[in-house]
């Protein structure tokens, strides 16, 4: 049985339900309207699959029914604990809370995608690990989703039992009196929001604020009303950059001014979301201490200058009765100062390589502060996000959660250099963090797993596709990243241009027209999935994996167009044969930022495109320059 995620306990027994028109789905009389919403669900569910719709009702004496699915609430369970038992004659699901119930029938729910109409008769008995289990979203870098994309992506979380959403934004929420911030960025608005947590909270969902209070305020920083708060003022151009908004831009914490910005941010942000907690980032203050702060820095130190400001925006947030979070890759570089912080704040303590170990948790741990483990789902500045490296990445940051007695997990996507994966591609990491958060104790397996999401979540009855993207993503040894880098910085900046010039060098050429014909291999296969796949969704997604994969293969040949020019020619002795027809290649990367742009549109807002496209008009231009 594929279950995702895997219950706790299974016990199988000789016999069959079998799913008819006549089954009715009774409410035991205590139930409430968010249990009849999870009835709802369920039926739509068997409409969807059997073509016939079930009758729900409510009764004390539910045994006059021959056959029935019933929805008991026991008071002896635990908050998100259920039963879910399956017999010949009746399915029952017992819980304490709607919660558990909720839980239940997406279980259920997965039996009969599996299974059809004959369900096995069996007994689960299930409960989470992680009272906390997340999943952190950016909608700031480039792609703000459309509100029904974001309630697409609460429909999937809760069906996995994610219980907590995080939304990531610096400057894409539309603050009063900021309009210069945000006016070309198609901003998150107020009502948008509070529709998504009223949504969040029909499936069970916690839907928690998160905004940068402290690095990462590019565009707030760059605008003339703000511009005279930044650390480095010295650092803004007129040009915008992908790469600087990831790099710079820290607030000066030695002017009032800053406190007076962010509590102004803070004040229409907190009204709007139920959670009672709040995420005030903090992270990445690469400038803090080196402009404006330097001689506070001195007699100070950085990371007292970096507390004390913390602590000043904690105590904001804390006056409206907040649990606050914060990311904690800075405090882990002044390790002696984490207890300075106000001891009731959570550390997010974040990881994204494939090889992490476990010292930053343990840290944390010893120093008693609570803390969630945020491993990440891999696609950032990749057209085809790394599965292999984010599914290790997701094992190892759990089990250290677990060592360590984390609270929770927060599983993270991000979106560098504007957000060029499709959302897609950060599913079947969702999915598998997902599993953990919920059981950690599954086999670590990734090719069953791959095997299973492909199976459940798109529809493949090979269980192929999730391997087939994996390889995918393996064929981006340069990719959107490097061609953003040699856009933007190759004639401004020594260091990254030598950076870049340094891995083109070293790069194996022949291999990347390899990689090539491995790529038309996948598409190939990605087109026979998506003929034989009969769920217009699963085509869909499909169909913007196969787009991934137009977009991976050009960039790879023109990365091997500006190898040979930039760089063969002066370092290197051995040149490749190549096409010469430059200017065909430019066309066929417009048709393909087309069809991109098609995908974009559908799901998410104008938002940042035209940043994208930029990037593409530049590489266009040199391709029919050469």
């Known amino acids: 049985m594929n279950l995702i995620p895997m219950p706790r306990k299974i016990q199988y027994i000789k016999e069959e339900f079998k799913l008819k028109k006549e089954v009715n789905i009774i409410l035991d009389y205590n139930c409430s309207f968010d249990d009849l919403n999870s009835a709802i669900l369920l039926q739509e569910e068997i409409d969807n699959t059997f073509g016939f719709k079930v009758n729900i009702t409510k009764a004390l004496n539910y045994h006059i029914y021959n056959t029935f699915i019933c929805l008991k609430k026991n008071s002896s369970m635990e908050d998100e604990e259920y039963k879910l038992s399956i017999k010949k004659d009746n399915i029952e699901i017992n819980a304490a809370t709607s919660k558990g119930l909720f839980y239940g029938i997406q279980t259920l729910i997965q039996i009969i995608r599996e299974y059809g109409y004959s369900l096995p008769a069996l007994i689960i008995e299930d409960k989470p690990y992680f009272k906390h289990r997340g999943f952190y979203h950016d909608v700031t870098r480039g792609k703000v989703p459309k509100l029904e994309t974001l309630m697409n992506l609460v429909d999937k979380a809760s069906f996995y039992k994610i219980n907590e959403l995080q939304l990531y934004i610096e400057h894409t929420f539309a603050f009063k009196g900021m309009s210069e911030v945000w006016i070309d960025k198609d901003p998150l608005t107020s009502e948008e929001i509070i529709l998504l947590d009223r949504y969040c909270k029909n499936k069970h969902i916690e839907l928690i604020p998160s905004i940068s209070t402290f690095g990462h305020l590019y565009e707030v920083l760059r605008t003339k009303s703000f511009k005279n708060l930044c650390e480095l003022t010295e650092t803004i151009e007129p040009e915008y950059s992908f790469v600087d908004r990831m790099a710079h831009h820290t607030l000066n914490v030695t002017d009032e001014d800053s406190m007076k910005l962010i509590k102004n941010m803070l004040e229409q942000f907190i009204p709007l979301f139920s959670s009672n907690k709040f995420n005030i980032c903090c992270d990445e203050t690469f400038d803090l201490g080196k402009g404006k702060s330097s001689k506070e820095a001195d007699r100070l130190g950085v990371g007292k200058l970096y507390v004390d400001f913390l602590n000043k925006v904690i105590s904001i947030v804390k006056k409206y009765n907040k649990e606050i979070m914060f990311w904690g890759d800075v405090i882990l570089n002044h390790p002696d100062l984490i207890n300075t912080i106000d001891k009731d704040a959570i550390c ?43 599914f290790e990445n997701i094992y190892r940051m759990i089990s250290y959660g677990v060592k360590y007695d984390a609270i929770g997990v927060l599983n993270t996507n991000w979106g560098d250099y504007g957000h060029i994966n499709l959302l897609s591609s950060s599913i079947p990491g969702m999915i598998y963090g997902a599993a953990l958060s919920w059981n950690p104790n599954i086999e670590k397996d990734f090719n069953k797993m791959y095997k299973d999401i492909s199976a459940l979540e798109f529809g493949d009855g090979s269980g192929t596709l999730i391997s087939l993207l994996a390889e995918l993503s393996k064929c981006q040894e340069f990719g959107w990243s490097e061609l953003v880098i040699w856009k933007e910085k190759f004639n401004t900046n020594e260091h990254i241009k030598n950076e870049l010039i340094r891995k083109m060098k070293t790069a194996k050429i022949h291999e990347l027209k390899e990689q090539q014909e491995k790529i038309l291999k996948i598409e190939e296969k990605l087109e026979n999935l998506s003929h034989n796949t009969k769920d217009t969704k699963s085509k869909e997604m499909i169909q ?15 990365m091997v167009v500006i190898i040979n020019n930039y760089v063969i020619k002066e370092y290197i002795k051995e040149s490749i044969s190549m096409s010469n027809n430059f200017k065909e290649l430019a066309e066929k990367f417009e048709e393909w930022f087309y069809d991109y742009s098609v995908i974009w549109r559908k799901t998410n807002k104008e938002s940042e495109l035209y940043r994208i496209r930029d990037v593409i008009k530049y590489t266009c231009s040199y391709l029919r320059d050469i």
């Not at 090889?355 to 840290?363: L, P």
């Not at 010893?366 to 990749?382: L, T």
């Open 348 to 390: 997010l303590n974040w990881n994204y390589w494939c090889g992490v170990e476990e010292k930053d948790t343990r840290i944390i741990a010893e120093s008693g502060r609570k803390q969630y483990v945020c491993p990440g789902v891999g696609g950032w500045s990749h057209l085809m996000n790394l599965m292999d490296n984010a």
């Open 544 to 558: 913007e994996f196969i787009v991934a994969a137009r977009g991976i293969l050009l960039i790879n040949k023109i």
